[in-house]
């Protein structure tokens, strides 16, 4: 069974930087075929894909968070990780990674997902 | 980016009703080389991770239940519980994956008559 799990500060100041690590177990994150995203969930609100990453360190972002996101891969740790800089009060979500799967990086959808954390910007 | 409206925002039905959840794109979601709808649809319950139960709009994930279904094409969508059970509680949000970056409606939320 593919488990994933979030880990990262619940709170960050405004103007920094929040950093989120993926662990994932009963798969290896080298696999061919899949690629590692990371979804966010406003307050009240739907779901926003932020971006997703393959083995090999390509990445793909939501064009609305381009400038702020980066993206990486640790095979030997089976993690993959999110860097969201200058961050405000409109950051405030619950975080979710997910293993995404589909018809090439540009069509997928995510079959397995974390629990989510959520993430605070406040001073 | 391409907009996913669900309707409704909620609804209960009593126990072995039938539920229907409709999804509706701001564009066609269907490729006309394969014959696909890039729609996904998933559950999601409190505490609990999203599941998918439902790609390429028709396409059953494994393990989940036969009283899901999920039909429509171009840019009209239906996820059907044929007969709710009391572990169907949860809201449910559908996906396209037609184009990046990938958009989700707001979900509906199912609860109990």
């Known amino acids: 069974q593919v488990q994933l799990q979030e880990s990262g500060p619940g709170l960050v100041k405004p103007l920094q930087t929040l950093s989120l690590t993926c662990s994932v177990s009963g798969d290896s994150i080298s696999n061919v075929g899949y690629y590692w995203s990371w979804i966010r969930q406003h307050p009240g609100k739907g779901l926003e894909w932020i971006g997703h990453t393959y083995y090999s360190g390509s990445t793909w972002y939501n064009p609305s968070l381009k400038s702020r996101v980066s993206m990486s891969v640790d095979t030997s740790k089976n993690q993959f990780s999110l860097r969201l800089t200058s961050v405000t009060a409109a950051d405030t979500a619950v975080y979710y990674c997910?293993?995404?799967?589909?018809?090439?990086?540009?069509?997928?959808?995510?079959?397995?997902w974390g629990q989510g954390t959520l993430v605070t910007v406040s001073s | 980016d391409i907009v996913m409206t669900q309707s409704p925002d909620s609804l209960a039905v009593s126990l072995g009703e039938r539920a229907t959840i409709t999804c509706k794109s701001s564009q066609s979601l269907s490729y006309s080389s394969n014959n696909k709808n890039f729609l996904a649809w998933y559950q999601h319950k409190p505490g609990q991770p999203p599941k998918l139960l439902i790609y390429?709009?028709?396409t059953r994930e494994s393990g989940v239940p036969d009283r899901f279904s999920g039909s429509g094409s171009g840019t009209d969508f239906t996820l059907t519980i044929s007969s709710l059970q009391a572990e169907d509680v949860a809201v449910y949000f559908c996906q396209q994956f037609y184009t990046t970056p990938p958009t989700f409606g707001g979900g509906t939320k199912v609860e109990i008559k």
């Open positions: 390429w709009a028709s």
């Open positions: 997910a293993r995404d799967r589909g018809n090439g990086y540009d069509n997928t959808w995510s079959d397995y």
